[in-house]
């Protein structure tokens, strides 16, 4: 058979911005998990899922009681039924977003069902709110770096331009709403706000009251959308999920993938609005959220996994403290910049100790990230090239056990790195 050529050109049938796209990178991508490593990169909860289990990692059973009152429901996954598309809806799943957010602390207002959007991981909801709200190759976001680097993989999928507004650095990455409100009004093609609260890789919460001079903003039409994945590492009363009761363009997103430990199923909310919430949910998949995810969410927000989370939190929170106190100890370690909200640590490299003036460095916090991986299996996460992020590590709090082995190998890699970098001045 003659060979004949084909037409087909993927550089030219494929999108521009599609082409150029720059994926979402994260530290498994270079290092994968071997089921030796520890693994302090990617802010899981170290503790576990937050599900009542036993010590064979089996759900308990609840009371009999309980289960008649509705306060605990086992896990229900009906195996059988899988050859059946789940519920598009999920209203029992959304009520119990609701009941775990409304606190009357932020609103005298209930939110319902009417007021959630549920996305397979936070991330689906980033994408939907810019195809909901932004037209390709027009609109614009606005991000405040240093930031998560999905909203900014979203855009570039769906070809939208970002505006950035840099959190202030000398004021423990605070949020600028003077500038972001000057940036709104010099330009109304910006449709969405993405305000990372707490930050990442910060860990700073942002203050309601700056948010609140972005909503409160005379002109601009336009959404504020804030990202709470780490909410529940904050002081209580921190999440602002009830507060969109109180603003008709404020979307609240959270995720069960850190505080209750489930990065595994994949799910994410996002309160708003009830005609944003309807839009939302109009564009989505029609069975985004699969069956066993929804038992999985539901058994999550039940009493008694409930106080598996705020336990597993309260460990974690401690080993916080404890790395807050003794990661200074080691030599070649700077500050820890940004906050103090999150289940990560913001932590500066040195050229050298702090007394012989060391200062942060690209060059040794990268060796120290790529030798504790590669010769010692604690995998941690390079941020050295985000705005304001000289130098830094980002540090998942692990277990006792984890932040035990982090500690003893961080100290013989640190100064091998420094000395390496002593020698080549």
Not at 7 to 24: E, G, H, M, T, V
Not at 214 to 237: C, K, M, Q, R
Not at 278 to 292: C, G, Q, T
Not at 322 to 347: H, K, T, Y
């Amino acid at each position: 058979m003659a060979s004949q050529t084909s037409p087909f050109d993927l550089d030219k049938c494929a999108r521009p911005n599609i082409l150029a796209l720059q994926p979402y990178r994260c530290a498994r991508d270079d290092y994968k998990d071997d089921g030796t490593n520890i693994l302090l990169d990617a802010n899981e909860n170290a503790y576990g899922p937050s599900l009542a289990l036993d010590g064979q990692g089996k759900l308990l059973r609840s009371s009999r009681s309980a289960a008649e009152a509705g306060q605990d429901k086992d896990l229900d996954i009906d195996l059988l039924g899988l050859n059946r598309y789940p519920d598009p809806h999920q209203p029992e799943l959304k009520q119990l977003f609701c009941n775990l957010r409304n606190k009357k602390v932020h609103t005298h207002h209930d939110i319902t069902p009417a007021n959630l959007f549920l996305g397979v991981g936070s991330d689906e909801v980033i994408d939907a709110l810019i195809r909901c709200f932004c037209r390709p190759g027009v609109d614009k976001i606005l991000t405040c770096p240093p930031t998560y680097g999905m909203y900014a993989v979203s855009a570039q999928v769906n070809d939208i331009e970002i505006v950035h507004v840099p959190l202030n650095v000398s004021d423990n990455f605070s949020l600028r709403p003077a500038a972001i409100a000057s940036a709104l009004s010099q330009d109304s093609t910006i449709k969405l706000v993405y305000i990372c609260t707490p930050g990442n890789p910060t860990a700073s919460l942002i203050s309601k009251s700056s948010i609140e001079q972005i909503l409160a903003h005379p002109t601009w039409n336009g959404i504020v959308v804030l990202d709470e994945a780490y909410i529940d590492f904050s002081p209580p009363g921190s999440s602002l999920a009830e507060w969109v009761a109180e603003f008709p363009n404020l979307v609240v997103m959270q995720t069960l993938s850190k505080a209750f430990g489930l990065a595994g199923i994949r799910l994410g909310a996002a309160f708003t609005s009830p005609p944003i919430a309807r839009l939302l949910n109009a564009l989505k998949a029609p069975y985004n959220i699969s069956s066993p995810a929804a038992a999985l969410a539901t058994a999550a927000l039940s009493p008694r996994s409930l106080a598996v989370m705020q336990h597993n939190r309260a460990q974690i929170l401690l080993q916080r403290d404890r790395l807050l106190r003794e990661l200074p100890e080691v030599a070649g370690i700077g500050r820890s910049i940004g906050g103090q909200d999150s289940n990560f640590l913001l932590v500066e490299i040195l050229s050298a100790p702090r007394d012989a003036g060391g200062v942060p460095d690209n060059t040794v916090a990268l060796k120290v990230y790529q030798r504790l991986a590669e010769t010692r299996g604690v995998v941690v996460r390079f941020r050295g090239k985000e705005a304001g992020c000289l130098g830094c590590l980002r540090i998942t709090v692990g277990t006792e056990q984890e932040v035990d082995r982090l500690l003893a190998e961080l100290w013989p890699v640190l100064a091998e790195a420094m000395a390496e970098a002593s020698a080549s001045v």
